[in-house]
């Protein structure tokens, strides 16, 4: 049957080497505890010393890894990028600007906490350069139009005038269509229409009583005090080029976008066409101040970076604290405006911080539980609180190995001690379990001390060594967060099953060195479980398949006529946050108000001029919403090709003459008569632009004729001096960005330039997906189309991608590793050495032979595959020369296995997934059902014949099991969805493995034993009671001394 007999004559080396450190310990238990104290002492110290911590989330990846040195070549050449965002918001635009003026201005104060403060766009410096930015052909046809207007700037005014206007538009006109050039008639004819629709608005400005109701209040021109408003907006970068017009493509616009002309009444319409026509769509928003705001101007955008402070595990820093003091005076000063915090330094301050707060209460709760479990199972305190104390001395020794072999602690390594504790108790539990069991035998201290690591030692030691392999495992990984946590849990495993023989044991000689064994608590018995296995082993056995079976089914749906899995990996870390969190909120308000993403990808360029082309490139992908640079700032043509041209058009307006200070009386009949003649050559013309002009100018005329005389005169001086002073402004901003000097990096301000340009010369790009990249298939598309382009790009998206990639892959590695190492482990403790010897030896050879065979050089293995391998062909070779132990072996897993395919169920049916929060105790699952079918596998081979669950054993694995998920299931009392989901998981995966522990696995065990060793065991049982019944009327003396009758024997075996 493949089980042993407690006979000491065939104790194993294992079970030799523990009786005698067991033996040792309890001889000198002052002597041994003192050495302990002196250890706890130098582990405190060197920890104290040497352990440093690290809390930045980089820290949690290799730096080996390709994407993370991409990502540290580009900090280490433009900073960190991680921005801290200020939202802003009201109904009101302006107030929204004001509030980013204010607040920014103020953060820029504070260059010590905050550095590369940005809220607009300023390129302002640049306007006196803006010619720079037309192309030689441009700037060649600008300069002949000035030519045309030499009389005028040589002083010549008056052939400037409304008449000599309207005189020189027909006889162009005129000409255009007798020589039969469409594309010249039509561009006179557009200039009509512009002239129309100046006319008009400038009479609604100076008769505001004619107006309607919702009319714009009239403007006064003071030509000769000032200048009028010719268009140009607070926030226009080229006022030269912009002039009066906003968005001509031509001479004069189309009839279609004279409406949006028109829509700001206190705004003089310039009849004069653009001496650069295309320099205003061409150069409007590459040169204007833009503000982060969005298209409706209500929600704006102040961007960070934080100085240094990095935040502790409490999620608290410096920058963060005073950032958050600035935004509530600001809230102070601007009421009626919101302001709210995100970027990926607040959400993961605001979430560490939630952690810890919502740890610290589950943490109370979580002791309170385990206290009271402890209490119960065990009927009372001394022994429970011996427990603790080991593992207290397990956590100060895994604290000193982990200072000594890794060095430091990171976010995701610190929660160590939670899993030491979890599985670290689980030590002192089975071994006080059986301790007290055999003290209630009459077992004296220190023999009962030697028996219990005799019979349940090897069973710790195997479940340490599995588990601790488990979590090392993790080590061989390449996402280094995973592979220090492993490192630091597999190796605190090992110290605190030490720690059981080398400071409990001391620790119960001293404690009940004087107790008597009835005095002794005695641990909980589960008499109706173990009676109800052994009765029924058959009905349980089935049961609890059907039961498994109708579980695991919960973990697959039918989706379009084929299975899927329920239960997914949701990579989302907006997931993980709680609902209340003002960061998740604001971000998520900005997702659904701009359905856009605060977090962008990063492009690297060697000159502004591959930064343009890297621009459209990117521009063209679908996932794609737009890119930021400063590679426009940087002209398209070479000063050599623009410098003579712009000097040029300089020293023509060097000397242009001023607006006399007094115009000649206008005379109404000679305008009158201009008009009219206009007005009968467009309708000579029979294309609909004509038609449009035609309706426009006689409306115009229409309303002019009902004016009076001294009206007419009034209206029409006004209209000639703003006409005159609109044309002369046109000149000077010409003149104003006529700058030769060629653009370089120098002029854009400071701030721009170290956010967007590295101090060797490279150009970043910043590349913003349309949708938010936090959920996995946006973000998957967004990185595949960004690398087409750039496949050395990186940034946060693509760093987090890559991480959420790490990870998972991560724990299937570790997975699979573990659970060969547990394999193999387990094959080693249920094999005798010459069957375990041909079953390790034979499959290495076979392995290596393929191995030998397959490989070239253009062919890799995969190692995975090569182990997996290895392990079957192993285990096959096993089950060959040792089935039954081999069977046993197998068995001793599937609390592992068939419980962890049971909490998949459970969770597919509460509609659970798994996350970068709850995927961490996979491992401390895989461990806790291997510790679990360990212990039963150990009872099993200790008992003779029928198999009938033992009281210790029962006892131990319920106390460990129900004190890990009080210890974790505290955490769904938590805030924090992430902390919730954890605790939810490992709260259903340790239920599913303590199920299949006691109740499937020893129905099986019950059932493999044989029906006639159970027989065997009720004869036994019932010539015991018989004997008992006879003894009541026979002399002991009599009895005990007959060595020779069977009820003799019998009593002396139950003794």
């Not at 820093?317 to 995100?342: C, D, I, N, Q, Y």
């Not at 490989?855 to 293995?861: E, S, V, Y």
Request: with cysteine; hydrophobic share 45%; proline share 5%.
């Amino acid at each position: 049957m493949g089980r042993m007999t407690p006979d000491c004559s065939q104790d194993g080396m294992l079970t030799r080497l523990l009786r005698l450190v067991t033996r040792s310990t309890a001889r000198r238990p002052r002597r041994t505890l003192m050495l302990v104290f002196l250890s706890v002492l130098a582990c405190g110290g060197l920890a104290a010393i040497g352990l440093k911590f690290k809390t930045s989330r980089s820290d949690l990846i290799d730096p080996q890894a390709t994407f993370q040195r991409r990502w540290l070549k580009f900090t280490e050449k433009f900073g960190d990028q991680s921005d801290i965002v200020v939202v802003v918001e009201s109904d009101e635009p302006a107030r929204v600007r004001m509030a980013l003026d204010a607040l920014g201005e103020r953060l820029q104060a504070e260059p010590e906490l905050f550095s590369q403060v940005s809220w607009k766009f300023d390129t302002s410096d640049l306007r006196k350069k803006g010619l720079q930015y037309l192309s030689p052909k441009q700037l060649e046809e600008g300069l002949a139009r000035l030519e045309s207007y030499g009389p005028i700037l040589a002083g010549h005014w008056q052939r400037a005038g409304l008449e000599s206007y309207c005189r020189r538009l027909v006889i162009h006109a005129r000409w255009a269509r007798d020589q039969g050039r469409s594309v010249d008639e039509g561009q006179a004819i557009r200039q009509a229409i512009r002239l129309s629709d100046s006319l008009s608005r400038f009479a609604q400005l100076l008769a505001p009583s004619e107006q309607s109701p919702d009319a714009p209040a009239p403007v006064t021109l003071e030509p000769n005090a000032g200048r009028p408003r010719t268009g140009l907006t607070e926030t226009s970068f080229m006022p030269s080029l912009a002039a009066s017009t906003s968005g001509a493509t031509d001479d004069v616009p189309h009839p279609s976008e004279s409406a949006s002309t028109l829509s700001d009444a206190t705004t003089f319409l310039s009849p004069w066409p653009e001496v650069f026509p295309e320099a205003a769509a061409a150069t409007k928003s590459l040169l204007q101040v833009r503000y982060h705001v969005t298209e409706d101007g209500r929600m704006g955008f102040l961007t960070s970076v934080a100085v240094g402070g990095d935040q502790d595990f409490s999620g608290t820093s410096p920058t963060l604290a005073r950032l958050r003091e600035l935004v509530e005076s600001a809230r102070r000063e601007f009421p009626g405006v919101t302001f709210g915090l995100t970027g990926i330094p607040v959400l993961e301050s605001d979430e560490m911080a939630r952690s810890q707060a919502d740890m610290t209460k589950a943490s109370v709760v979580s002791f309170v539980g385990v206290a009271v479990i402890l209490l119960i199972g065990f009927r009372g305190l001394r022994h429970p609180l011996l427990g603790l104390l080991m593992l207290l001395v397990g956590l100060a020794w895994a604290v000193g190995f982990t200072t000594l072999v890794v060095g430091h602690l990171n976010i995701l390594s610190v929660s160590f001690a939670a899993i030491l504790i979890g599985l670290g108790i689980d030590f002192a539990i089975h071994y006080l379990a059986r301790y007290l069991e055999l003290r209630h035998e009459d077992h004296e201290l220190g023999q009962a001390l030697e028996e219990t690591s005799a019979s349940v030692g090897t069973g710790l030691a195997t479940a340490a060594i599995t588990t601790a392999i488990a979590f090392l495992c993790a080590g061989f990984t390449r996402f280094l967060g995973v592979a220090e946590l492993g490192i630091i849990a597999g190796g605190g495993i090992i110290l605190c099953a030490a720690a059981t023989f080398l400071v409990l044991v001391p620790l119960i000689r001293l404690s009940d060195q004087s107790v008597e064994p009835r005095r002794l608590p005695a641990p909980f018995q589960g008499a109706v479980l173990r009676w109800v296995t052994q009765r029924w082993p058959k009905s349980v056995a089935v049961l609890s398949g059907l039961f498994v079976g109708a579980v695991m089914m919960q973990a697959f749906g039918w989706q379009e006529g084929r299975p899927v899995v329920k239960v997914e990996y949701d990579s989302n870390l907006l997931n993980l946050q709680a609902d209340d969190v003002d960061s998740v909120a604001v971000q998520q308000r900005v997702f659904q108000q701009t359905n856009g993403s605060l977090l962008y990808a990063v492009s690297l360029a060697d000159s502004a001029n591959e930064c343009k082309r890297q621009a459209e490139s990117f521009r063209r992908l679908e996932s794609v919403a737009h890119v930021e640079h400063l590679g426009e700032i940087i002209p398209d043509y070479a000063p050599e090709e623009t410098e003579l041209l712009i000097q040029a058009i300089h020293a023509r307006l060097a000397n242009m003459s001023p607006l006399p200070r007094e115009l000649p009386p206008i005379d109404p009949l000679a305008v009158g008569q201009a008009l009219e003649t206009l007005l009968k050559t467009l309708s000579e013309s029979e294309t609909s632009d004509a038609a449009t002009a035609l309706a426009r100018l006689n409306a115009f005329l229409d309303r002019f004729e009902q004016l009076a005389l001294e009206q007419q005169v009034e209206l029409l001086n006004g209209y000639q001096t703003a006409m005159l002073t609109a044309l002369r402004m046109q000149f000077e901003q010409i003149a104003e960005a006529a700058d030769a000097d060629p653009v370089n990096i120098s002029d854009i301000a400071s701030d721009l330039r170290s956010r967007f340009i590295g101090a060797s010369g490279e150009w970043m790009l910043r590349v913003f997906p349309r949708e938010q990249v936090w959920d996995e298939a946006p973000l998957e598309q967004f990185v595949s189309e960004v690398r087409t382009v750039d496949p050395e790009a990186t940034g946060t998206p693509l760093q987090n991608y890559e991480a959420a990639r790490q990870i998972r892959q991560s724990y299937m590695n570790a997975a699979l590793y573990a659970c060969l190492a547990v394999c193999l482990v387990l094959l080693i403790d249920a094999l005798a050495s010459g069957p375990l010897c041909v079953s390790l030896l034979t499959p290495l050879i076979v392995v290596a032979f393929g191995i030998v065979t397959l490989a070239g050089p253009d062919q890799t293995l995969d190692l995975r595959w090569m182990l997996c391998l290895y392990v079957a062909l192993a285990i096959l070779t096993a089950s060959i020369f040792d089935f039954p132990n081999v069977r046993n072996m197998l068995l001793s897993m599937t609390p592992a296995a068939i419980g962890l395919g049971m909490m998949f169920g459970v969770l597919g049916f509460l509609g659970e997934h798994l996350n970068p929060a709850n995927i961490i105790v996979l491992p401390l699952l895989l461990g806790i059902g291997v510790d679990d079918g360990v212990h039963v596998l150990h009872d099993f081979r200790t008992q003779q014949g029928g198999y009938r669950t033992s009281a210790s054993t029962i006892n131990a694995v319920v106390l460990t099991s129900l004190t890990s998920m009080a210890g974790f299931g505290s955490l769904l009392l938590a805030s924090h969805r992430g902390l919730q989901s954890l605790g939810l998981v490992l709260v259903v995966g340790v239920g599913t493995c303590l199920f299949v522990s006691l109740v499937a696995l020893p129905a099986v065990l019950t059932l493999i034993a044989g029906p006639a060793a159970a027989r065997r065991e009720e004869n036994v049982s019932a010539e015991l009671t018989a004997a008992e019944s006879r003894l009541a009327v026979l002399p002991m003396e009599r009895v005990a001394d007959d060595a020779s009758s069977p009820v003799g024997r019998n009593l002396r075996a139950a003794s």
